[in-house]
């Protein structure tokens, strides 16, 4: 089971209200997505509409912009979200096999989430933090000088 | 700001706080915090250096961020300034070695060679 | 070459501008007048760090440091010092200075080979006070622009100063202002280009990060120069940091009226916003980027019209990268021949680079144009570590190519590289030792520029594609010769049809492998081995005779394949191999080896 988008009330207010700031501003799209896609953590369909409608732009341009862009996903990630650096420095020193081991032992393809919803798995370019290659990083946590008996113990706490 | 006289005497201002100019005994202490940093663990130094100079009451001592030096193999780089002019860096800094750098570096004014740039590098 | 001393003069740049060149060519003059010319040396050396107090002078032996010395002291150092053996009292560093505290001069080598333009503040101020920016000159050559020159002359000497596109062309930023400037409009806009996309490149985050301000200086001084009231800046949502300081760099500025309305009274108004970016590389090409901040798909467009006569909402825009407008204040204060002076005759100034890889010291360098790439690497990069060999080094990212040992002597600047089958790029510099594999290598910037690619124009979109199946088949051991030919006929074929420059330089990495490492290409299709041990199909891990039977990789082999008693050669079970690599790297002596018998290297 996948989990579910999440629209409260709440959410829908507070995109409303960034699109209010955003509509005086020329190019309001791309502002309006950061702001959808931080909000809801991913933008999808319905989301789409509401903005199509708010902001008079065509929701089959609205479709194409968000899927164009890496930043913006259709579809919710898992509760844990794990991205390996794929940046050249990183891939250099070994990156690769730290992303299989982590879609080995997770049992999910790279940019896929997990059935139960507790795991994405994401290549990243470059986070810019070179200098600790190879680096994952999990829920915003830094892993630098990754190794695959780290992901090993990673996953091990993770998943316990 | 209307005239460039207004910016230059803004500036002399600064550069006189910055480079604790007049002051004696004065320390900055400088904590890389750019992304490299931030990722290596700058975050528990800084916080180490302020909360334990605020409770030493140690006022000549002001605590900084700054951006990126390029040894971002070595972060988090702390680099100490005194008001007699010298330099120090220290290099993959954790918060119990920014305690110590405290206590023995800025209280005590020794120098602790074992965890300078120039010793950990090759 | 014992010189019998040494007279050091600090040349960091705190105390140039207190007169060191002069100094130690007073120096150098009065040496000649006692005929001791020959026999004593005078050395600028990197920033000493006491700044303060400087210039300093340092003789050997002895590591006598006088301080604060006037240009009228050095005949006096030279007479009463140097010829007399008698250390001028009245000069002599007093403070409670402790000469263990002196910086090591080793510590001086990584700062001492680079000269720090664009990254002058980085690692120097707090990004978040805009009080020390401005201690460091910040907004004065901003306040100079708009009391004392025209916009026509502001780019006179943009264009006198040499500055060259650091985002990877290297076109000639005056000339790019006085497009825009030519332009007649009601509205212009400048923008910066934050959106690092170069997979191993961090110039212009540090640069964000670390001194926000001169880049929001130089576009107040762009938009001045071109006559444009707003300007943007595009930059990678990926760098919550950056994005952050430079709102709050944004505020302050605004707060003390250095940007906004009538700045320093003379009218000119000029405002900045932020744009994200949303993880598109191609968004690094103009035309995409215009598009994005528009609220379209990034994808570029055919040029002309360039954005100087239409780019943002149909109007003159002005697009420059990070690094360009982080050197553009310094040209004001120094002025543009100081800038001139320094890199070489067409390529002036300086270029930060992100080193990476397999190198001793990574991090971020600003070098003078004209340093060789073995001094980058050797001498301020540290070299390769853990005893491998230098094999290649990757400039301009998924747009550049390979340069191999043959060519490190090299000057770097924007001409040289592009000779080499490369390009000088946004500045990633990675370096490879020989358990690199080159054709993974190239896949792996294919497999990028496959995924980055928009898919508006036929060769990049379709032909990437084809280009990426060739070289996984070569990975995997399928590869026939015939692929090799048509990978170099493909690659020039992109290279000469694609719309933009993200395809017109995809093919470099593959090309470039196959031009300087034919062999080892050769070695995965005729041999079906991989050298370099990367390319899992094609590897196989054996012992070498080098061997001191320590059982480290026994112990690091997770599947148990690794037999072998103590101080007794080991060996590796093929069939149980994972090829996972762990004993190699746990080797201490270098004694696991992936290359065939007689391998001679590429």
């Not at chain 3, 907004?139 to 780019?155: C, D, H, N, R, S």
């Not at chain 3, 204060?333 to 300086?350: M, N, Q, R």
Request: aromatic letters at 6%; one cysteine or more; glycine letters at 10%.
């Amino acid at each position: 089971m996948r989990s579910k988008v999440n629209i409260t009330e709440e959410k829908l207010s507070e995109l409303k209200a960034a699109m209010e700031i955003h509509k005086k501003e020329p190019g309001p799209l791309m502002p309006t997505l950061h702001a959808a896609q931080k909000i809801f953590g991913c933008i999808p369909l319905p989301i789409q509409k509401i903005i199509s409608n708010e902001l008079d732009v065509s929701i089959a341009r609205i479709n194409g912009v968000v899927t164009f862009y890496g930043h913006f996903s259709v579809e919710p990630k898992g509760k844990n979200i794990v991205s390996v650096c794929l940046g050249t420095a990183c891939y250099v020193k070994g990156s690769q096999g730290i992303l299989d081991a982590f879609s080995h032992d997770l049992n999910v393809k790279v940019g896929d989430t997990t059935d139960d919803g507790m795991f994405t798995l994401e290549a990243t370019r470059c986070i810019g933090a070179c200098g600790l290659a190879p680096i994952f990083t999990v829920n915003e946590e830094v892993f630098a000088n990754g190794s695959v008996q780290l992901v090993k113990k990673v996953v091990q706490k993770l998943k316990s | 700001m209307k005239t460039l006289e207004e910016l230059k005497a803004l500036r002399k201002k600064s550069y006189e706080k910055m480079y604790m100019i007049g002051v004696t005994g004065g320390v900055r202490v400088q904590v890389g915090y750019g992304t490299c940093g931030i990722a290596a663990g700058a975050k528990p130094v800084y916080d180490t250096f302020v909360n334990e100079i605020k409770a030493l009451n140690l006022d000549n001592v002001e605590v900084t961020q700054v951006g990126c030096m390029g040894e971002c193999a070595f972060e988090p780089i702390v680099e100490i300034l005194e008001s007699n002019g010298s330099k120090t860096i220290y290099c993959l800094v954790t918060d119990r070695i920014a305690s110590e750098i405290v206590e023995e570096h800025i209280v005590k004014g020794n120098r602790i060679d074992k965890y300078l740039l120039s010793k950990t590098k090759r | 070459m014992l010189d019998r001393m040494h007279i050091l003069i600090c040349g960091g740049t705190e105390c140039k501008e207190t007169n060191s060149l002069k100094i130690r060519d007073k120096f150098n003059t009065e040496l000649e007048r006692l005929n001791l010319g020959k026999d004593i040396k005078t050395i600028l050396t990197g920033c000493f760090g006491l700044c303060a107090l400087g210039p300093h002078v340092v003789i050997y032996p002895g590591e006598t440091l006088y301080s604060g010395v006037k240009l009228e002291d050095v005949t006096e150092i030279v007479e009463q010092h140097i010829a007399n053996g008698k250390p001028v009292e009245r000069l002599l560093y007093k403070g409670d200075f402790n000469r263990k505290k002196f910086r090591n001069r080793s510590e001086l080598t990584f700062f001492a080979r680079q000269k720090r333009i664009a990254l002058r503040n980085c690692g120097v101020i707090n990004p978040l006070e805009i009080t020390e920016y401005i201690a460091r000159q910040g907004y004065e050559a901003l306040g100079t622009v708009l009391k004392t020159m025209t916009p026509l002359q502001v780019i006179e000497e943009v264009k006198k100063s040499g500055l060259r596109g650091r985002g990877g062309g290297g076109f000639p930023t005056g000339v790019k202002w006085e497009f825009a400037n030519r332009q007649i409009s009601d509205q212009k806009y400048v923008i910066c280009n934050a959106d690092e996309g170069d997979p191993g490149a961090f110039m212009d985050r540090a640069v964000l990060e670390g001194d926000p301000h001169s880049v929001l200086e130089a576009m107040a001084i762009c938009g001045y120069a071109i006559g444009a009231n707003t300007g943007y800046i595009y930059i990678r949502a990926e760098y919550p940091v950056a994005v952050e300081r430079l709102q709050l760099a944004i505020g302050h500025a605004e707060a003390l009226g250095l940007l906004g309305d009538n700045i320093f009274d003379s009218g000119f108004n000029f405002k900045i916003e932020l744009r994200l970016g949303a993880g598109a590389f191609v968004c690094g090409e103009e035309t995409a980027l215009i598009a994005s901040i528009e609220g379209e798909r990034g994808m570029p467009r055919n040029k002309p019209p360039f954005p100087a006569v239409k780019g943002l909402f149909g109007k003159p825009t002005n697009v420059n990268n990070v690094e360009t407008f982080a050197n553009v204040p310094v040209i004001f204060l120094k002025g543009a021949d100081w800038f001139k002076s320094i890199g070489t005759e067409k390529s002036s100034g300086t270029k930060v680079f992100a080193l990476g890889g397999k190198i001793a010291n990574t991090g971020l360098l600003e070098i003078p144009m004209g340093t060789t790439l073995r001094e980058v690497i050797y001498e301020i990069g540290g070299g390769i570590p853990n005893k491998r060999e230098f094999k290649a080094v990757q400039t301009g990212g998924p747009s550049g190519g390979c340069i191999t040992a043959a060519s490190l002597d090299t000057p770097i600047d924007f001409d040289n590289l592009i000779a080499l089958g490369s390009m000088m790029g946004s500045g990633g510099m990675i370096i490879m030792d020989e358990d690199n594999c080159m054709v993974d290598v190239a896949r792996f910037y294919l497999e990028f520029t496959v995924d980055e690619s928009c898919g508006k124009c036929t060769p990049c979109r379709e032909g990437t594609k084809r280009m990426l199946d060739i070289l996984n088949r070569i990975c995997d051991g399928q590869g026939t010769m015939e692929d090799l030919d048509v990978l170099e006929r493909l690659g020039n074929m992109i290279k000469d049809s694609s719309l933009c420059g993200l395809g017109q330089t995809a093919p470099n990495p593959v090309l470039s492998t196959l031009k300087h490492f034919r062999k080892e290409y050769e070695a995965h299709v005729i041999d079906k081995v991989c050298p370099a041990g990367v390319c899992k199909n094609l590897t196989t891990y054996v012992v070498t005779d080098e061997c001191i039977g320590c059982t480290k990789c026994a112990k690091n082999c997770p599947v148990g394949a690794i037999e072998g008693t103590v101080k007794g050669k080991h060996y590796i079970h093929p069939e149980q191999c994972i090829k996972c690599g762990a004993c190699k790297t746990a080797c201490p002596v270098n004694a696991i080896s992936t290359k065939p018998e007689n391998w001679e290297g590429v």
